[in-house]
């Protein structure tokens, strides 16, 4: 089982761990320490046990506002998934009709009448220009 000396609030401590946890430890003193350098900063020098005792608090009141914020969020998305599935499970929508007028063939039969005349009137206008 490794020993460590962990440092929080300027004072040395021997803790015992796990093989293994020898990373988790260390970053699980520095929360603390930097916790009780936050009080030593505000407060000034206090008993050990007091200041363990004010950094751990502090330590539980963030962990519960992340708590509360981790329940909120997985309740927002249950609720998105709720809603999600139901969407799913929705009917597909029906498709949309569209209607086409239909062109009477006189209309087309005009149409390239009118063009017909065009393309003339063009030729005998551009055989006028090049004399």
């Known amino acids: 089982m490794p020993e460590l000396t962990i440092h929080i609030g300027g004072r ?5 761990c796990q093989d293994g946890e020898e990373q988790f430890l260390q970053t699980a003193a520095k929360m603390l320490d930097d916790e009780a350098q936050v009080l030593s900063d505000q407060i000034g020098r206090m008993p050990e046990a007091r200041m363990l005792l004010m950094a751990g608090l502090m330590l539980a009141d963030k962990t519960a506002a992340t708590d509360d914020k981790l329940k909120a969020a997985e309740a927002k998305l249950s609720a998105l998934e709720a809603e999600l599935q139901g969407l799913r499970n929705q009917p597909a929508p029906e498709p949309e009709r569209v209607e086409v007028a239909v062109v009477p063939p006189s209309v087309t ?3 390239a009448e009118l063009a017909a005349r065009a ?3 063009a030729t005998v206008i551009e055989e006028k220009s090049t004399k």
């Open 119 to 121: 393309e003339a009137l």
């Open 12 to 16: 040395g401590f021997d803790v015992s």
């Open 109 to 111: 039969d005009t149409l």
